[in-house]
């Protein structure tokens, strides 16, 4: 077999593991059979660049691991500009849902969405995440809470990831909210979760992942105990929505429940952090919401990094705190927001993103045997991207080896 080949290149990120992002000034990267097979500093081994099959000249540009948004909600009805103005007004996030608006709200738009037109927004919405270089996406349930809403949510990221390009990681998220017919009735929507939507979920294969919104006025660090404990009775890997707003322990309780990630921990405290990085934890940090949500509140990046736990940042793609799919504008405001460095974003987009969804041993950064996921970005360095802001740099995007972005247009028919 030939060996595809982009040669030249100004940078390549590598993102594999310990000091740094491995970068690689000058080089090239050869492909085969889905799989990265050799790159490094310079030329490519002469026989490799004579049989190419094609050659992708990447003079000028930076090459990166396939972007991996590690948090999103991606299937869902509606969407919540409605709720700008009560925004503006500083009324907030929890008072909105207190309401009956924000989740709430979408969850009766989802509920009213066919499987069809969930999938055909979610599409949408997938083209736009890999225009912009994401080839991997976590996506959680959520917004149909009752057993055959979540259902549908849940079938239809199976059928996108069946369908599109991009790999969709699936987490069963029913614990994002109480639904109105479960009011004041806490207990009794615990139990229907555990009973009778989990085990269908896990049977069916519909999700990987469990997730819990602990939060006041969601569910109580107790609550979130018993339904994690459920899901890994069950068999399902865990991720905990922690310390998002108010601080409740939840850094904590995801180190002793030994969740594979804990999302936002904008409240975490220092004890939590420590659980974190003993039961190694991923952070997944989420600093588009922290923008979205007005409080001027961002993730302490660096405390964290520095106690030894590993940072992975998200998009948080949903219709309430962070409407938007491009990772590129979220590597700017944790830059900004978090005072991460580009070559700590880039792996905690890559890398340490991988770990968050359970697959660094297949993708997130560029090493021979790895999955060939591979972004190329019109930027002469990682710093660009970061620094110009609010456009789209990415030029080619390979996913398993194959060209699905090509100067920035999706290629049909593949
Ligand atoms: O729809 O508001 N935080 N869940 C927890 C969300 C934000 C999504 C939403
Ligand atoms: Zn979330």
Redesign the pocket.
Known sequence: MKADLIINASIIACCTGGEGAGIIENGYVAVKDGKIIALGEGNAPGDMEGYGTRIIDAAGKTVTPGLIDSHT?LI?GGS?EKELPLKLKGVP?LEI?KMGG??LS?VRNTRKASKEELKAKAEKSLDEMLLHGTTTVEAKS??GLDFDNEIKCLEAALELNASHPIDIVSTYMGA?AVPEEFKGNTQGYIGFMCEKVMPYVKKNNLAEFMDV?C?EGVFSPEESRIIMQKGKEQGFKLKI?AD?IIPLEGAELAGSMGAVSAE?LLAASDAGIAAMAEAGVTAVLLPG?SFYLMTGKYAEAGKMMKKGVRVAIAT?Y?????PTENLQSIMTFACFGMKMTPEEIIKAMTINAAYAVDRASEIGSLEVGKKADIVIFDAPNLEYIVYHFGINHVNTVIKGGKTVVENGKIVKGQ
């Open positions: 909600h869902h919540r996030y849902l924000g989740i979408t959520g917004y994002h919104f939060e929505h998002e936002h919401t948080d949903n219709p309430g705190t962070c």
